[in-house]
């Protein structure tokens, strides 16, 4: 066997000392190797890249437009297979479903545990995936001075989305002890599918303060640029949002108000569930 090795490899050596090769071939094997290495480079690699190229530390300066549609058309390929996650049925009976959520009370609402799958997190952004039970809840929250992409991609979750109203319109509550409440105007509220696509929020706009709840078994892909870091001031704040005319005596037409809230600060919910996951995805190359 091992003569048969070396008469191979003496043939070879051979053809490369007497074979004449031209810079076109080598050139055609160069860009061969390079076009099926990016084939084989998975969709989160390319994420990857994307981003680390893209995003800074500082979030300044924010990603431009350009940046913005690629990315999005990047995340809009991606599905559950492609991080390593199997689409879970929507059977599922471990929530009451989004129809029975407003009988519920928020105790209720958020004692559904959620799964968090760490991607990927640098200084300049991270890369995770939240799996939701049906009527799981990541209650109302913000990302202050960041941008964040989110893809659903599988089942449906309802968000709902609010921007501060500037200049910013602050109210006394119930009086001692209690937190005023702050003017906010409605951005989204809608039921997202996998078909729906990427939406954003950016740090003013597009509903930077969110809630997520699971109408189905779902899960949502998540890009925050830059990361939260409450050293640099991009802490996470939880809130509670009351009617317009819970503070207000305002004439005007119903839908109107139903634009408008008013937002008040909150603790950490003590019965949000959050777990940890193992991400089952293909590796990043760093």
């Not at 070396?6 to 000392?17: C, E, G, I, M, T």
């Not at 390593?84 to 599922?92: I, P, T, V």
């Not at 479903?97 to 300049?124: H, K, M």
Request: proline letters at 8%.
């Amino acid at each position: 066997m091992l003569w048969k090795l070396q008469k191979a490899s003496d043939k070879v050596r051979l053809f490369l000392q007497n074979k004449p090769f031209s810079t076109a071939w080598l050139q055609f094997q160069f860009q061969r190797h390079f076009h099926m290495e990016r084939k084989n480079s998975s969709k989160v690699q390319g994420l990857y890249d994307f981003c680390k190229k893209t995003f800074t530390p500082s979030g300044t300066p924010p990603p431009s437009s350009q940046a913005v549609r690629d990315l999005c058309s990047l995340l809009d390929t991606v599905g559950p297979a492609d991080v390593g996650l199997e689409e879970q049925s929507s059977d599922d009976d471990r929530g009451l479903g989004f129809s029975g959520l407003y009988g519920l009370n928020r105790v209720a609402r958020w004692a559904q545990p959620i799964t968090y799958l760490d991607i990927y997190e640098c200084d300049s952004f991270t890369m995770c995936i939240f799996c939701f039970p049906t009527s799981a809840v990541i209650p109302l929250h913000d990302h202050p001075g960041m941008t964040v992409f989110s893809k659903v991609l599988y089942g449906s979750m309802h968000v709902k989305a609010y921007d501060w109203v500037e200049p910013a319109r602050f109210q006394e509550t119930k009086g001692p002890g209690y937190r005023p409440v702050r003017l906010a105007k409605l951005a989204t509220d809608k039921i997202l599918t996998p078909q729906y696509g990427t939406s954003i929020l950016y740090p003013k706009s597009g509903g930077n303060m969110h809630c997520f709840t699971a109408v189905t078994p779902c899960a949502v892909l998540d890009i925050l640029t830059p990361p939260y870091n409450e050293d640099a001031g991009r802490k996470c704040t939880y809130y509670v949002d009351y009617p317009f005319s819970t503070f207000s005596a305002v004439n005007g037409a119903d839908n109107e108000k139903e634009e408008y809230a008013w937002l008040s600060e909150i603790d950490t919910p003590d019965d949000l569930h959050m777990r940890p996951g193992v991400y089952a995805g293909p590796a990043i190359q760093v």
